[in-house]
């Protein structure tokens, strides 16, 4: 498959806000990049014991636990708005505080090996929607947190910023 998962948004399918994550994935087909950043994901974060997956940097900072929760969060909320957009829903997506969701995400209660399936899991089924859809759907617009977005840029949105969070836990939490 190529076309529209080989090229990256523009500017104007998202967000100004996104742009540091856009930017942080590599050239290619970013569905070929999401499954190859599942295996690498998973084997980073699977070296993690319990306690440094509860631990924080800082007393203000989230614990790895609560990290890959908000990775998590935020994956489905996007493939969810993929998912809407893809189908021609025109019905405009709330935003979300992605501190409430940590907040009230009970992570710290989760084991790490539940956590690190779940990453599986959701990942396998981006992947799945993502690869299900046609060159027409990519390239479709709608509104989320009151702002254009395609979904081609979803699809970047999520590689980026898991990314974008794993650059922080190599340098914060695993360096």
């Given at each position: ?109 989760r084991a790490w090996s539940d956590l690190l399936e779940e990453y599986r899991t959701v990942r396998a089924a981006t ?49």
């Amino acid at each position: 498959m190529g076309g529209m998962r080989n090229t990256p948004p523009q500017a104007a399918e998202y967000a100004a806000y996104y742009v540091k994550y856009v930017s942080l994935v590599p050239p290619g087909d970013v569905v070929e990049h999401l499954a190859r950043q599942a295996a690498a994901t998973a084997a980073l974060l699977g070296g993690v014991d319990e306690a440094k997956a509860a631990g924080r940097p800082a007393e203000d900072k989230w614990s790895l636990k609560e990290v890959l929760g908000h990775i998590l969060d935020t994956e489905r909320i996007m493939a969810y708005r993929a998912l809407r957009i893809a189908r021609n829903d025109a019905t405009p997506l709330p935003s979300f505080e992605q501190d409430d969701y940590v907040r009230f995400g009970s992570f710290q209660d989760r084991a790490w090996s539940d956590l690190l399936e779940e990453y599986r899991t959701v990942r396998a089924a981006t992947v799945s929607l993502l690869r299900g859809l046609s060159e027409e759907a990519w390239v479709r617009t709608g509104t989320a947190s009151g702002n254009p977005v395609t979904v081609r840029a979803l699809a970047w949105i999520i590689a980026g910023h898991e990314l974008h969070h794993l650059n922080i836990v190599r340098e914060k939490y695993l360096g």
